[in-house]
């Protein structure tokens, strides 16, 4: 698939492959990404073998991994820029750059494995802890595509759905559970009261749409607590339809469940008023007093964990441990951390009058970063002197509590 807007800010176009993420936020990021450089580009699907993890992980450059029969072709004229996201992908990406005879250049979306000295530039953001270096850019929130069109049709298609709903229109954008946070029953009810309450104070009315993340049997929970006037979507893979652009296009504010770092940046990519809903206990609790080390008076929380999946406890250890290169251990607290020293959001319950939305820079700073690298002459002019960490939290470092924990955590 071939897809761009051709020449971009006085730079010859370049040709650009995106090699596809099978996770879905990272798949979004690199096309926003591709779609933000101007330049026309193809999306490759890659598949792997069932063992890719042994070639991949102990050889360089190779596509040992790949069930090319089920994938693209990866064939001359070879790309000027790979854009790849995903562990799995990096050495299809290298192997690329190995038969351009090191002409393409590779740009890594997210944290992978390779380091970012092997390639020419990795796009990550905090929650990650990657220590700094020259060839990473550490952005405030995930990149993502904003579709004015799709957008514009969907909201003509859902505005007269909706129509009868009291105003304001309240987004409700419900995830599910990640790491050491689980989201039940129990806590999918909690939601429903507290968005319903925020309605009902507002007399306005709740759209509320579920993901691919949230689990199909908390949806009753969710929608049996509710009390206020409200439209719900129930996420399915496939669907003709999908309110989520209209979402982003029509509601007037946004509550998140604080797991989704994409929803997050979406909502607070539309300049409009966010509020975030924190879930789950144990030694790293979103919203509260965050453990800096392992102390004596943490370990009371590690009870907690006792009701969820194995998984979710061995990653609040890796949480709680040093981001060393085999820990890989997202802490997403801390880009919630930036969102609310920013100014972007507040923590579901706290006065929506603090929030004072303003635009996000990341896609502009990524795609001046990319450009850069095919400047001879030096940097990007448009992008000259850029910072590489964020405004609001260091790379490798723990972003400060605003406060402590919300009482009512599941």
């Not at 689990?215 to 893979?237: C, G, M, S």
């Amino acid at each position: 698939m071939v897809t761009g807007l051709g020449e971009s800010s006085g730079m010859a176009a370049k040709r650009v492959w995106v090699l596809e993420c099978h996770r879905a936020g990272d798949r979004a990021q690199s096309i926003g990404l591709a779609h933000a450089l101007g330049w026309p580009f193809e999306l490759k699907r890659i598949s792997h073998t069932w063992y890719e993890f042994v070639p991949n992980m102990l050889l360089e450059g190779t596509l040992l991994g790949v069930d090319r029969a089920r994938s693209s072709p990866l064939e001359p004229p070879w790309p000027d820029l790979v854009i790849s996201a995903g562990r799995m992908n990096e050495n299809a990406a290298k192997w690329i750059r190995r038969q351009s005879g090191g002409r393409t250049r590779i740009v890594l979306v997210g944290r992978g494995w390779t380091r970012p000295g092997a390639v020419d530039l990795v796009v990550a953001t905090p929650q990650y802890r990657l220590k700094a270096h020259p060839n990473l850019l550490i952005n405030e929130l995930p990149l993502h595509i904003v579709d004015r069109t799709e957008q514009g049709r969907a909201a003509e298609l859902w505005a007269p759905r909706w129509a009868q709903l009291p105003r304001p229109w309240i987004a409700v954008l419900v995830g599910g559970s990640s790491g050491p946070y689980l989201f039940d029953a129990a806590t999918a009810a909690r939601l429903g009261r507290e968005a319903s309450a925020v309605a009902r104070r507002a007399g306005g009315s709740l759209l509320i749409t579920t993901s691919s993340r949230t689990r199909p049997t908390v949806i009753p929970a969710l929608r049996e607590a509710l009390e206020a006037p409200a439209f719900l979507h129930e996420w399915r893979r496939g669907q003709p339809e999908n309110p989520y652009p209209a979402l982003l296009a029509l509601a007037d504010r946004f509550i998140v469940t604080g797991d989704s770092m994409s929803m997050l940046a979406e909502a607070a990519g539309t300049c409009k008023p966010v509020e975030i809903f924190e879930f789950g206990s144990g030694l790293v609790p979103m919203h509260g007093p965050w453990s800096a080390r392992l102390e004596p008076r943490a370990w009371g929380r590690w009870l907690r964990l006792l009701r969820q999946r194995p998984r979710a406890i061995v990653n609040a250890i890796a949480i709680a441990l040093p981001p060393v290169r085999v820990n890989r251990a997202r802490d997403i607290r801390i880009v919630q951390d930036i969102l609310i020293r920013s100014g972007r959001a507040v923590w579901l319950g706290e006065d929506i009058g603090r929030v004072r939305p303003a635009p996000l820079r990341d896609l502009e700073r990524a795609a001046a970063r990319v450009k850069a690298l095919f400047r001879a002459e030096g940097p990007d002019k448009e992008g000259a002197e850029l910072p590489s960490q964020p405004l609001h939290a260091a790379s490798g470092e723990t972003a400060r509590p605003m406060r402590k924990a919300m009482t009512g955590t599941a």
